[in-house]
C-alpha cells in the first residue's frame, strides 16, 4: 500500500511562484509512475504532470508546459512540482498520485491534496 502526504500549498500573486511536496511511503511506491492533478472549485480534477519514478522521464499537461516542472527524489521518496508564473485560474486543490504509466497517467492512489490560491 502506498500512502501520499502533499504539503507546500498557499497563498501566491499572479505570476509568483511555489513549490509543492508530495512524501511517499510504502513497499510498492518504484511499481508506479507518480504525478500531480488539480481541481478547481466547480471543475473536474485534471492532469498537471507526471513522471517516470525509475527514470526521471516527464510528461505535462499542454497549459503547463514551460512553467512548471516536476521532479522526484528517487532516494528520499519524494516528488515536487515546482510552479512558475501561476495564473489566477490554476487556483485549485493540488494533488498527488500514483499512476500506472507517466505517459498515460490514469490515477490510482491519491494523497489528501494541498491549496493553491492564486490572487489576481
Known amino acids: 500500500q502506498v500512502q501520499l502526504v502533499e504539503s507546500g500549498g498557499g497563498l501566491v500573486q499572479a505570476g509568483g511562484s511555489l513549490r509543492l511536496s508530495c512524501a511517499a511511503s510504502g513497499r510498492a511506491i518504484s511499481s508506479y509512475d507518480i504525478g500531480w492533478f488539480r481541481q478547481a472549485p466547480g471543475k473536474e480534477r485534471e492532469f498537471v504532470a507526471a513522471?517516470?519514478?525509475?527514470?526521471?522521464?516527464?510528461n505535462y499537461s499542454d497549459s503547463v508546459q514551460g512553467r512548471f516542472t516536476i521532479s522526484r527524489n528517487y532516494a528520499e521518496n519524494t516528488l515536487s512540482l515546482q510552479m512558475n508564473g501561476l495564473k489566477p485560474e490554476e487556483a485549485a486543490v493540488y494533488y498527488c498520485?500514483?499512476?500506472?504509466?507517466?505517459?498515460?497517467?490514469?490515477?490510482?492512489?491519491w494523497g489528501q491534496g494541498t491549496p493553491v490560491t492564486v490572487s489576481s
Open positions: 513522471i517516470s519514478w525509475s527514470d526521471g522521464y516527464t
Open positions: 498520485a500514483t499512476v500506472r504509466s507517466y505517459v498515460a497517467p490514469m490515477p490510482s492512489t
